[in-house]
């Protein structure tokens, strides 16, 4: 067996209308589908969908900082600083914290957190020689200003 590619994440959600507003109108997912009043499908382009939110309930807890489970959801925003410092713009003038901010070496991120307190990454990728010439880069943290 070989896994080609990495197809879509569902994120279990409190409120559907107030995770699609995050992921919609502040990160610019395109919505192709909804099931039900439970779910949301949004398309980046090339495929059917790449995220899919599943409404649990107002009720829901938040996993414990030490439980199994989704660490963060990581989004490519670009290819150059000047492509994130406007990423990072953007959320701020929406209100969205940044949390943090890293490089990476073979990315620059910014992280914030969606309406739920799912951490996202939101990145601009480096040279690919970095990685592909030496794959241990992948595991590089520095600080990151912009």
């Given at each position: 067996?070989?896994?080609?590619?990495?197809?879509?994440?569902?994120?279990?959600?409190?409120?559907?209308?107030?995770?699609?507003?995050?992921?919609?109108?502040?990160?610019?997912?395109?919505?192709?589908?909804r099931?039900?009043?439970?779910?949301?499908?949004?398309?980046?382009?090339q495929?059917?969908?790449?995220?899919?939110?599943?409404?649990?309930?107002?009720?829901?807890?938040?996993?414990?900082?030490h439980s199994?489970?989704?660490?963060?959801?990581?989004?490519?925003?670009?290819?150059?600083?000047?492509?994130?410092?406007e990423c990072?713009?953007?959320?701020?003038r929406?209100?969205?914290?940044?949390l943090?901010?890293?490089?990476?070496?073979?990315?620059?991120?910014?992280?914030?957190?969606?309406?739920?307190?799912?951490?996202?990454?939101?990145?601009?990728?480096?040279?690919?020689?970095?990685?592909?010439?030496?794959?241990?880069?992948?595991?590089?943290?520095?600080p990151?200003?912009?």
């Open positions: 067996m070989h896994i080609k590619a990495l197809g879509h994440v569902v994120l279990k959600v409190r409120d559907l209308e107030r995770s699609a507003a995050f992921y919609r109108d502040i990160l610019g997912m395109n919505e192709v589908a099931y039900r009043d439970t779910m949301m499908f949004f398309s980046l382009g495929n059917h969908h790449d995220l899919g939110l599943l409404q649990i309930g107002a009720q829901a807890e938040l996993p414990g900082n199994i489970g989704l660490y963060h959801v990581a989004f490519k925003v670009g290819d150059s600083l000047d492509e994130l410092r990072k713009a953007h959320v701020e929406h209100g969205v914290a940044i943090g901010s890293s490089d990476h070496g073979v990315s620059q991120s910014l992280y914030i957190k969606d309406p739920d307190g799912i951490e996202i990454e939101l990145y601009v990728d480096a040279d690919p020689a970095l990685w592909r010439d030496n794959p241990a880069a992948v595991a590089t943290v520095k990151l200003r912009l």
